[in-house]
Protein backbone atom coordinates (compact mmCIF):
# COMPACT_ATOMS: atom_id res chain seq x y z
CA UNK A 1 0.00 0.00 0.00
CA UNK A 2 1.09 3.31 -0.66
CA UNK A 3 1.48 5.43 1.91
CA UNK A 4 0.13 8.61 -0.40
CA UNK A 5 -3.18 6.27 -0.86
CA UNK A 6 -5.09 9.18 0.55
CA UNK A 7 -3.95 11.58 -2.04
CA UNK A 8 -5.22 9.67 -5.22
CA UNK A 9 -8.15 10.50 -6.83
CA UNK A 10 -11.39 9.31 -5.48
CA UNK A 11 -14.51 8.61 -7.26
CA UNK A 12 -18.04 9.66 -5.92
CA UNK A 13 -21.30 8.13 -7.30
CA UNK A 14 -24.91 8.40 -6.07
CA UNK A 15 -26.14 10.27 -3.19
CA UNK A 16 -23.69 13.15 -2.66
CA UNK A 17 -25.41 15.11 0.51
CA UNK A 18 -28.23 16.54 1.76
CA UNK A 19 -28.98 19.87 2.59
CA UNK A 20 -31.03 21.47 5.26
CA UNK A 21 -32.34 24.88 4.70
CA UNK A 22 -34.59 26.30 7.50
CA UNK A 23 -36.14 29.27 6.87
CA UNK A 24 -37.19 31.74 9.57
CA UNK A 25 -38.98 35.12 10.39
CA UNK A 26 -36.48 37.78 10.88
CA UNK A 27 -39.32 38.93 13.34
CA UNK A 28 -39.39 35.37 14.75
CA UNK A 29 -43.14 35.27 14.13
CA UNK A 30 -44.73 32.45 12.57
CA UNK A 31 -45.69 32.10 8.98
CA UNK A 32 -48.84 33.22 8.04
CA UNK A 33 -50.52 31.07 4.72
CA UNK A 34 -48.33 33.67 2.31
CA UNK A 35 -45.36 31.52 2.27
CA UNK A 36 -46.78 28.35 2.16
CA UNK A 37 -49.00 29.77 -1.07
CA UNK A 38 -45.73 31.07 -2.94
CA UNK A 39 -44.31 27.58 -2.48
CA UNK A 40 -46.83 25.59 -3.98
CA UNK A 41 -47.27 27.80 -7.13
CA UNK A 42 -43.76 28.43 -7.52
CA UNK A 43 -41.83 25.45 -6.11
CA UNK A 44 -40.79 24.35 -9.63
CA UNK A 45 -39.29 27.80 -10.06
CA UNK A 46 -37.26 27.17 -6.56
CA UNK A 47 -35.98 23.57 -7.55
CA UNK A 48 -34.86 25.10 -10.71
CA UNK A 49 -33.08 28.16 -8.98
CA UNK A 50 -31.39 26.05 -6.51
CA UNK A 51 -30.46 23.20 -9.13
CA UNK A 52 -28.65 25.86 -11.31
CA UNK A 53 -26.46 27.02 -7.77
CA UNK A 54 -25.68 23.02 -7.63
CA UNK A 55 -24.64 23.12 -11.68
CA UNK A 56 -22.34 26.09 -11.24
CA UNK A 57 -20.92 25.40 -7.50
CA UNK A 58 -19.97 21.49 -8.18
CA UNK A 59 -19.84 21.24 -12.12
CA UNK A 60 -22.77 19.80 -14.43
CA UNK A 61 -22.31 16.24 -12.72
CA UNK A 62 -24.58 16.97 -10.13
CA UNK A 63 -27.97 17.42 -10.11
CA UNK A 64 -30.75 17.58 -7.65
CA UNK A 65 -32.46 14.49 -6.89
CA UNK A 66 -34.64 15.65 -4.41
CA UNK A 67 -36.79 18.36 -3.12
CA UNK A 68 -39.29 18.47 -0.23
CA UNK A 69 -40.71 21.53 2.14
CA UNK A 70 -41.45 20.77 5.23
CA UNK A 71 -43.94 22.91 7.66
CA UNK A 72 -43.48 24.21 10.45
CA UNK A 73 -41.13 26.89 9.92
CA UNK A 74 -40.29 25.95 6.47
CA UNK A 75 -37.89 23.49 6.40
CA UNK A 76 -36.39 22.61 2.67
CA UNK A 77 -34.18 19.53 2.28
CA UNK A 78 -32.14 18.97 -0.76
CA UNK A 79 -30.82 15.68 -2.33
CA UNK A 80 -27.73 16.16 -4.38
CA UNK A 81 -26.71 13.43 -6.33
CA UNK A 82 -24.29 11.79 -9.39
CA UNK A 83 -24.20 9.46 -11.70
CA UNK A 84 -20.17 9.34 -11.49
CA UNK A 85 -17.50 11.86 -10.38
CA UNK A 86 -13.64 11.64 -9.39
CA UNK A 87 -12.14 14.12 -6.67
CA UNK A 88 -8.93 14.87 -7.01
CA UNK A 89 -9.05 16.33 -3.38
CA UNK A 90 -11.26 16.08 -1.04
CA UNK A 91 -10.60 18.86 0.99
CA UNK A 92 -10.99 21.18 -1.73
CA UNK A 93 -14.52 19.29 -2.78
CA UNK A 94 -15.81 19.43 1.01
CA UNK A 95 -14.61 23.36 0.30
CA UNK A 96 -17.13 23.60 -2.77
CA UNK A 97 -19.79 21.59 -0.80
CA UNK A 98 -19.17 24.56 1.61
CA UNK A 99 -19.56 27.60 -0.77
CA UNK A 100 -22.62 26.19 -2.50
CA UNK A 101 -24.32 26.11 1.20
CA UNK A 102 -23.97 29.86 1.36
CA UNK A 103 -25.27 30.65 -2.15
CA UNK A 104 -28.13 28.65 -1.59
CA UNK A 105 -28.48 30.42 2.11
CA UNK A 106 -29.11 33.55 -0.47
CA UNK A 107 -30.72 31.95 -3.07
CA UNK A 108 -33.65 30.61 -0.88
CA UNK A 109 -33.32 34.15 1.36
CA UNK A 110 -34.10 36.13 -2.20
CA UNK A 111 -36.77 33.69 -3.46
CA UNK A 112 -38.79 34.78 -0.38
CA UNK A 113 -37.99 38.17 -0.38
CA UNK A 114 -39.02 38.75 -4.14
CA UNK A 115 -41.85 36.43 -3.60
CA UNK A 116 -43.43 36.85 -0.69
CA UNK A 117 -42.73 40.32 0.79
CA UNK A 118 -41.07 39.48 3.95
CA UNK A 119 -37.77 39.74 5.65
CA UNK A 120 -36.71 35.88 6.30
CA UNK A 121 -33.14 34.26 7.56
CA UNK A 122 -31.76 31.05 5.99
CA UNK A 123 -29.62 28.95 7.74
CA UNK A 124 -28.01 25.96 6.27
CA UNK A 125 -26.41 22.87 6.84
CA UNK A 126 -25.24 19.30 5.02
CA UNK A 127 -24.68 16.00 5.78
CA UNK A 128 -22.83 13.38 3.70
CA UNK A 129 -24.99 10.58 2.20
CA UNK A 130 -23.49 7.11 1.30
CA UNK A 131 -21.57 8.26 -2.03
CA UNK A 132 -19.52 11.18 -0.47
CA UNK A 133 -18.96 9.03 3.02
CA UNK A 134 -17.33 5.90 1.05
CA UNK A 135 -15.09 8.71 -0.99
CA UNK A 136 -13.78 10.16 2.76
CA UNK A 137 -10.44 9.63 3.22
CA UNK A 138 -9.57 6.88 5.95
CA UNK A 139 -6.29 6.87 8.12
CA UNK A 140 -4.44 3.72 8.34
CA UNK A 141 -1.06 3.09 10.14
CA UNK A 142 0.83 3.26 6.56
CA UNK A 143 -0.37 6.95 5.56
CA UNK A 144 -0.30 8.32 9.68
CA UNK A 145 3.01 7.76 11.47
CA UNK A 146 1.64 9.53 14.66
CA UNK A 147 -1.51 6.41 14.71
CA UNK A 148 1.43 4.05 13.81
CA UNK A 149 3.86 5.39 16.92
CA UNK A 150 0.62 4.93 19.02
CA UNK A 151 0.44 1.16 17.79
CA UNK A 152 4.22 0.24 18.70
CA UNK A 153 4.39 2.08 21.84
CA UNK A 154 1.12 0.76 23.38
CA UNK A 155 1.87 -3.01 21.82
CA UNK A 156 5.88 -1.85 24.27
CA UNK A 157 3.88 -1.00 26.88
CA UNK A 158 1.87 -4.20 26.98
CA UNK A 159 5.09 -6.59 26.25
CA UNK A 160 6.95 -4.80 29.41
CA UNK A 161 3.50 -4.93 31.57
CA UNK A 162 3.50 -8.97 30.78
CA UNK A 163 7.19 -9.39 31.30
CA UNK A 164 6.75 -7.49 34.83
CA UNK A 165 3.67 -10.23 35.33
CA UNK A 166 5.77 -13.43 34.54
CA UNK A 167 8.57 -11.86 37.03
CA UNK A 168 6.34 -11.67 39.71
CA UNK A 169 4.89 -14.97 39.38
CA UNK A 170 7.67 -16.69 39.09
CA UNK A 171 8.87 -15.42 42.97
Known amino acids: MNPFDWLRPRTIQGDVCFVRLTVHSRDGEPFE ?12 RLREEIAAVVRENMGSAF ?24 ISRYKNFVESIELMLKQLKEVVKHFFE ?5 SVTVSASWTPAGG ?16 WY ?3 SHAAMLA ?7 LKLRT
Open 132 to 147: LTAAAPVASARSNPAL
Open 160 to 166: VILWLLV
Open 114 to 118: RSAPM
Open 63 to 86: EVRALTVGRGSIEIVVLIGTVYYA
Open 33 to 44: ERPWRVLDNSNL
Open 150 to 152: LIV
